[in-house]
């Protein structure tokens, strides 16, 4: 496993906006949970909880 190889969206590699419209386009109006295991000395969780809220509403427009 590499360092740093988990994280919340918005802060890795992996372009969520494709699955974000997919669902739009399904009508899907369900939960989405995000999870990611930090380690809390490097990462804030309150901080690393609001950076996915933010980019999951500016990129899934909820």
């Known amino acids: 496993m590499k360092k740093g190889m988990f994280t919340v969206p918005g802060d890795g590699v992996i372009d969520f906006r494709p699955v974000f419209k ?22 804030n969780p309150f901080e690393y909880a609001v950076k996915a809220r933010r980019y999951i509403k500016e990129t899934a427009g909820i």
């Open 22 to 43: 997919l669902l739009d386009e399904k009508g899907y109006q369900g939960w989405m949970v995000v999870e990611a295991e930090q380690d809390p000395a490097i990462a």
